[in-house]
């Protein structure tokens, strides 16, 4: 049986498997605990109100599970539903329970990353028009240029495994090329959606060593390390075992064929409902 307090980290589907393995790699000592809304997914196109619907229960399922602490490893989810959890809900939930997300730490470390001062976002429709790197970026790199473009084609590709075919290189070649004709000054790109490391070495090739590719996932672990040494009344009731658990709202047994291309290792989840 599972541990009692573990880290919580949830996505819509499987890309939050990419922060997870990070994570995991920077703090082995916790335990985890990953859900994949995957019957709902793609959250991308889905408008404000269904995104923080779906995340405001996928955090409800977590805290029932014990988990004081969940991290939204969606950046769709973190950039239409965070603030609204964190500032609405959560003191009605739980003084005690915490929400992070996965857009803020990113954009925290982009200014250091940039020399040209010009900076590219690929992400889901959802999460270019919601404007969040924007915003952030704003906050704390008001020098920095950015320039973003969404790619709605990238994560079926990858969910279904066509990322590799001639029409999914095409695809992914063509938004790349978008982005860069609109602002060809662009030395960082910040791949805005935790399913996009998988083809992150595909991605750097196509855009040449001059320009670096930067994912989430080691930035939100490295940030989180830093967060909990920072807050121990939160780290103090995480428990440590080193023990991972998967919940999938889609058929588990689908979930962990797709899963492995996302975590190198083959799981076991559990099937699970939690739309109220």
Known sequence: MFNNAPIGVFDSGYGGLTVLSEIKKRLPQFDYLYLGDNARAPYGNRSFDVV?????EAVNFLFEKGCPLVIIACNTA??????????NDLPTISVNKRVLGVIRPSTEEIGTLT?????GVLGTTGTIQSQSYMIELQKFAPDIQVTQHACPMWVPLIENDRHNSLAGKM??????????RKDPEIDTVILACTHYPVIKQQIEEILG???????????VAEKLADYLSRHHEI??????????????????HVFDQKASQFLGEQIASEHVEIAG
């Open 52 to 56: 923080y619907n779906f995340t405001l």
């Open 235 to 252: 780290e103090n009731l995480l428990s440590k075992t080193g023990s991972v658990h998967y919940y999938t709202t889609e058929n588990s």
């Open 78 to 87: 973190s950039a239409k539903a965070l603030r609204s959890i964190q500032q």
């Open 171 to 180: 695809f992914i070649e063509e938004d790349i090329q978008i982005l860069m």
């Open 115 to 119: 020399k040209s001062k010009h900076v």
């Open 209 to 219: 060593s001059k320009v670096s590719v930067i994912a989430q996932g080691p930035i």
